[in-house]
Every structure is written in C-alpha cells, then in structure tokens.
C-alpha cells in the first residue's frame, strides 16, 4: 500500500493539485493522510477540502482549521493569519464546516500516529528542536508518528538522551527501520524550508520507506487568487522564496 502524506495544504489549491498529479505520475497512491491546517493563507479553502474528499483519506485538525470553524480564538493569531482565518470563515458552507469541525486531533493507522503539531501537544507545539522531539518520543505507541505545523520536512529518531534530526533528502527512500521515528513531511501550500515547491512524502508498506518529494506549481496564479481575494500582501510575498 502507497500513502500519500499531506500537511499544511493551506488552501492553495494549485501546490495540492499539483501534489497529486505529480504522485499519480510517479506510481500512484492508495490513501491520502493528511495532517491539519488544510485551510488558512490560501485562496481556495473549500476546493482543497472539495479535493481531498474526492480521494480515499484520513486526516486531523491544524490550529488554523479550528480557528476558521470556531473551535479556536483568533487572539492566539497573528495579524496576518487571523485575516485570512476570517476570510475562510466567510467562504466555508455548512457542509464544510461541519467537515473541519469533525477532523479528530489525532489518528492512528498502519503503525502510524498523526498529529497537526506534536503529539504531546496537537494543536500548538512545534517540533523543531531535540529537546521538542525528545519529550515527545514518549507520547506515541506507535513506532512512528507523523507531524506537520513547522512547514518543515525532516525525519528524526532517539538518540540515546536526546534525538537527531536526520537528513530527508528528495527522492531518496528512507527505510523505516524498527525504531521510533517522527515525520514531518513539510507544508504542500506554504512551504517555509527554502524550497517554494510543494513539499509531500509517499509511505510505501511493501518497501517499508518514506519518500520526500516535491511538486512544482503555478506559483504567479496562486499569488493572483490572493491578491483577488484581498488576502495579506505578505502571505502573497513569501509564496515563491519558499520561506
Ligand atoms: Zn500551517
């Protein structure tokens, strides 16, 4: 079985059609995982969600999904992502609603946890240092667990007392191995590692490995739809230095 693993699609719906496309054209995919903040920044909440349920999936709830739907004050925000989490709210149905407000914190499948930020804290932590992931080893059964929220890609694992933050190289399977490990496989809409392109990875069970990829997409467009929208100057800028 072959997982396509998604985080931080942020409403920009050229970077996760582009995504899919690129991982239909390179062997295909069973199952889409998704890891939060699906909707926020980007011009086209409902057309990200209308797309990942046209796909078999499973998922959980980033901050900025429970902030559009409610779930979360918009104080916690900063002025940038608290107007566009108020945009989002003006364009999601019901139906919508009813769909970011039903995404669980957590999920576990195939040996895998999934959590938005970390799973000690879903919502807010940040895992992005040793000590972060240190802690954290402890609060998941699963062999590996899966996060987002940095818009950073790495894999780490125990080391020892602490935790080493290995290198996750583009299109280099990564065996899993049998030990713990924690995923992030950066941000498809908002990428902030330096690399503008759309970020994913692709889980393969018979190998056993993790892939990072990354997907080109029409950057200028998107940054159009922004700027239509009346979205921030500066969630437009950022999009093509990847930061
Ligand atoms: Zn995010």
Redesign the pocket.
Known sequence: MRSLIV??I?ANLEAFQSVINDAHDRGGFDQIWQL??LV??GPDPVACIDLLREHDHVGVA???DLAAVGRLSLEAFNMYASAAAQWTTTQLTDDHVEYLRGLPLRMETNDFTGV?GSPRDPVWEYVVSAATATANFRHFTTRRCLV??S?LPFVCRPDGDSATFLDFPVDSPIQLGEGQLIINPG?VG?PRDGVPTASYSIYDSDEGTITHRRAEYDIPGTQQKMKTRGLPRYLIDRLPHGR
């Open positions: 985080s931080d942020h939060g903040d926020g920044y980033g901050n900025h938005h987002g929220h818009h941000s908002q």
